[in-house]
């Protein structure tokens, strides 16, 4: 992020609301790509959802997978096994 037309010692305001709904979008585009794999790869169908302030991919028993963005930028998803184990 660049603000543009600002001089020296003018104040700069960020939209934080913004830059995360950016954020959840990019996640939930990230997820939807790779939920296609993750059901080929397990012969299951997962389901795209919001968990409270996660996005999550589902099948019938429940959560299965949560998606984040890594500090370099990467999708990592974590699979939860049924006792909630990593």
């Not at 996640?27 to 790779?34: I, N």
């Not at 012969?43 to 299965?64: C, F, M, P, Q």
Request: glycine share 8%.
């Amino acid at each position: 992020m660049r603000p543009t037309g600002t001089e020296p010692g003018d104040f700069v305001e960020f939209d934080l609301d913004l830059i995360e709904a950016d954020r959840r979008q990019r996640l939930r585009t990230a997820l939807q790509a790779a939920k296609t794999e993750l059901e080929e790869e397990l012969d299951i169908e997962l389901t795209l959802a919001s968990h409270g302030n996660e996005l999550v991919l589902s099948d019938d028993d429940g959560t299965r997978f949560t998606g984040s963005i890594g500090p370099d930028g990467r999708l990592v998803i974590t699979d939860h096994r049924a006792n909630d184990v990593l």
